[in-house]
């Protein structure tokens, strides 16, 4: 995690503002190849399976704004996708609330939650945060497989996609699709600011050197927990969406399988870059559609994915091509 | 009323039971986390790959050779497993694990995890994921004894009583022995145990071998109790982590005494309200995180 | 002085790395069977480093360590203390704090058949056989530094790097040490001192290293260090 600021370090004056100026040109191409994707995208791909892609980039985004831009490792994030999912489909399918207000009640809950594990995680560090994580979102787990209303073993199922507005019938693919689209952008643009906030200059800070930050006198936890609730809020947005474009909510999203693909997919893409999650996303979701022949074979490729990811390529895929092309901040 | 303490008593001898895996998974994490600052997560797909060596022994690899009458019993899958398993994690350490020290401690959490996965996959794809039952328990320890509150499995009892003399040899090794006093200096300072002109990296790869032989050793008590399943590490390992927070990796005993513990609190938890057994270590690491953040046994920085 | 009869330990043009930072920069020491030399210098200047460096401490190093005619630059840091029979005292005593006094004394592995035996030790140091019971870090600064040095001569080392000391020590403690050193040379122990002191290091060495900004940069003998006494101020002064 530390490779790409030991790097960034190592940089004199000059050629540090030409990185800044090819990292600025960097980033819009990135922007118009983002927005171009999300638009073109469902005109040559099932609209579903783009819909799936965009659930999961959202939620590695938000995953990577805490263990990229923070520096914590949540093995737990599952529990706010998941719980998120379960409580949008409950809330839309039993009390028949519109479809944009259930995720964003979904959303709700997966912060109150966030606030919950966050405020008890950060009281350890490092490998101990990522265990504590594991632990308390298997409450969760258990939650979603005892309590009355999330379906056991079978899930949430049959939760209407409902209007929009009351007037844009999403059963509709391409109004879904759009809908999806529209949280998915609106998701990222809060991410990114974010990270470009002081805000989010203080959560660098923090990643790069805690007793530093605690030195100039910043309220380390406060902000930690800030990130992680921001985070888990996020996670809860994508776990929501998820359950109205599938309409459904299983134990799968809450399981701890969950939590390591999410990570999976921030490192593979690239930790604390900024398009990195999404494109971790697409390749690790698309890899289990044109791997779903292998059956469980799936499992080891996803393991060995881990392994050489780690022993081989921790700057992951936008992180090493932006190396490459001297780009510090894609 | 006497009933009660009947059951209670019952329940705990059962909660106890599960209480010797989680203790002896613990210790192998706090010793490998001691010396090499890294949780191992395979270590409970590694429990797995010990019981699935002894099912293999007993039930598989007659018919593999085409030898249709060799069954390898209990007794020496007992000491196979573990060897097998811990050279499996020396492997590990040496290959993978050992390219990762200078880096965040975070990566071989993530390394380690990867291989659970792998491991995990491979039983699910030979393997019914429902279980196997294990059929190769010795003659010997079929039956149950009469423990006077209850009648008790014997394999069982023998299982919990072989565990706790595992756990305090181990224990008395590294707190009484030669070895022992090597090995807490290399958790302290390595690099100037390698200055004296021991051998550290090799201490490092044999360490990381016992812990995960351990972990194998486990598994293969763990076979006739439970069914033989590939996902029955995958579970087991995150109470340990729980465990792990309760305890607090400072101590050895400390790992020892919180598993066993903390199988006995989950035992009678399912007399006095079943549903929360499942999630009643969680949530009594939520309170350790409220009152004493270092573990119970741990020391705070 | 008598002129050294073989040179025991060799430095030349030694550099050292800790990660990417380039620490030595070229040291050249060395140091007869029998002598002492110290290495004089502020902190920093890499003292500690060129021990460290010596017995394989450091992220990469490169150059020529030989000793007693072998080279050691390439050599894995678990065998360099016994093919060089050396023993280390680190600085701040390298005390291990979850073991024992005995088992901190028994902890590095004999080198050689030529060590002091336990005995020995209890007789040299009487104040370790009282605490040899006690954990490393209950003891005092001075037993710490007493187990530290005694540890390696148990071991049967010839070459002793001792780093700092004397330091925080009260003045009795440094008077016990001086004597040891003393007894330590007439047994025939080659030394290398790192200290700070130069009133404790002055009057037992051979000869000065004053190493800068990794660098060795001026060398006494021990009979030119009177008339040399502003040069030295000059370098050690803060």
Known sequence: MNDAVADAGDLSAAASTGRSQRSRVAQILMWVALIAAVVVAPFFLYPVFVMQILCFALFACAFNLLIGFTGLLSFGHAAFFGGAAYVAGHVIKVWGLSPLAGILVGALAAAVLGYLIGALAIRRQGIYFAMITLALAQIVYFFALQLPFTGGENGLQGIPRGHLFGIIDLSQPMAMYCFVAAIFLIGFLIIYRTVHSPFGQVLQAIRENEPRALSLGYNIDRFKLMAFVLSATLSGVAGGTKAVVFQFASLTDVHWQTSGEVILMTLLGGMGTIFGPAVGAVTIVTLQHELSFMGSWVQVVIGAIFILCVLLFRRGIVGEIGRMLRVTSV | MDVNIKLILAQAMLGLNNGVFYAMLSLGLAIIFGLLNVINFAHGALYMTGAFVALILYSFLGVWLGMEWLHIGFWPALIIAPLVVGSFGMLIERLLLRWLYRYDPIYSLLLTFGVALVLQGIFINYFNVSGTPYPGQPESLRGVVNLGFMVFPKFRLFAIVFSVIVCFAVWFVIERTRIGSVLRAGTEKPELVQAFGINVPLMVTLTFGFGTGLAGLAGVLAAPIYSVSPLMGADLIIVVFAVVVIGGMGSILGAVVSGLALGLIEGMTKVFYAPAASTVIFFLMVVVLLVRPAGLFGRQS | ?238
């Open chain 3, 1 to 238: 002085m008598n002129a050294p009869a073989e040179d025991y330990l060799r430095i030349s043009d030694l550099h050292a790395w800790y990660g990417e930072s380039h620490v030595l920069h070229g040291i050249d020491v060395t140091l007869g069977k029998g002598e002492i030399i110290t290495l004089l210098g502020r902190n920093g200047a890499g003292r500690t480093t060129t021990l460290r460096s010596i017995m394989g401490m450091v992220d990469r190093r490169s150059g020529s360590i030989q000793i007693d005619g072998e080279e050691m630059i390439n050599m894995p840091a678990h065998r360099i203390a016994p093919r060089g029979l050396i023993g280390y005292c680190p600085e701040e005593r390298g005390i291990f704090a979850t073991l024992n006094a005995e088992e901190n004394l028994l902890l590095p592995p004999a080198l050689s058949s030529g060590g002091m035996s336990l005995d020995e030790i209890y007789d040299m140091f009487p104040n370790l056989l009282e605490a040899r019971r006690r954990m490393g870090t209950s003891l005092s600064g001075g037993e710490q530094q007493m187990l530290a040095i005694a540890r390696i001569l148990r071991t049967g080392a010839r070459l002793l790097l001792l780093d700092e000391i004397t330091e925080g020590l009260a003045p009795v403690i440094v008077k016990t040490l001086d004597t040891v050193t003393r007894r330590l040379k007439e047994k025939g122990f080659t030394i290398v001192l790192v200290e700070q002191n130069f009133r404790f290091a002055a009057p037992l060495a051979d000869r000065h290293y004053v190493i800068e900004h990794g660098r060795v940069v001026d060398c006494f003998e021990a009979d030119q260090v009177e008339a040399n006494m502003d040069r030295l101020n000059h370098y050690l002064s803060v």
